[in-house]
């Protein structure tokens, strides 16, 4: 086998996070890896950031490494931290609000891929039209 499997954070395609909220990783997708039916990113938003309401054409699953947030989905509030998982279906709009005190980084799985390739052309303006 002579494609690239593993990879560092240090190799992600890296970009500005949709609302200039912070930074998205793509870790593994089908440009990184050839992965066909997931993709799978690590993103940092900023102590105090608050997302815009989105939503998406396939479903998707967080993993929150550090930090704190009240994440909305479908407008119903949840507190949200560390060694928690989200999984938002598709179709659902969701938000955070990133509390002040630290930054957030999360792992996100979108399944099919496709938003990874959205924020890697559009950045922060990624999901303005949803």
């Not at 690590?42 to 930090?67: M, Q």
């Not at 009240?70 to 609000?97: L, Q, S």
Request: overall charge negative.
């Amino acid at each position: 086998m002579n494609r690239k499997l593993i990879y560092s954070l240090d190799e992600a395609h890296t970009g500005v996070l949709h609302g200039g909220a912070g930074i998205f990783r793509v870790l593994i997708d089908k440009d990184m890896g050839g992965a066909e039916h997931f993709s799978l990113l690590v993103n940092t938003s900023r102590a105090g950031a608050s997302g815009k309401e989105h939503s998406h054409d396939v479903e998707h699953c967080w993993y929150i490494l550090s930090g704190k947030a009240t994440f909305y989905m479908d407008g119903e509030p949840h507190r949200i931290g560390p060694n928690m998982a989200i999984f938002t279906p598709k179709g659902v709009p969701h938000r955070m609000d990133i509390d002040p005190e630290e930054d957030m980084t999360y792992v996100v799985i979108y399944a099919p891929p496709g938003p990874e390739q959205q924020l890697k052309e559009n950045q922060a303006h990624a999901f303005d039209s949803k």
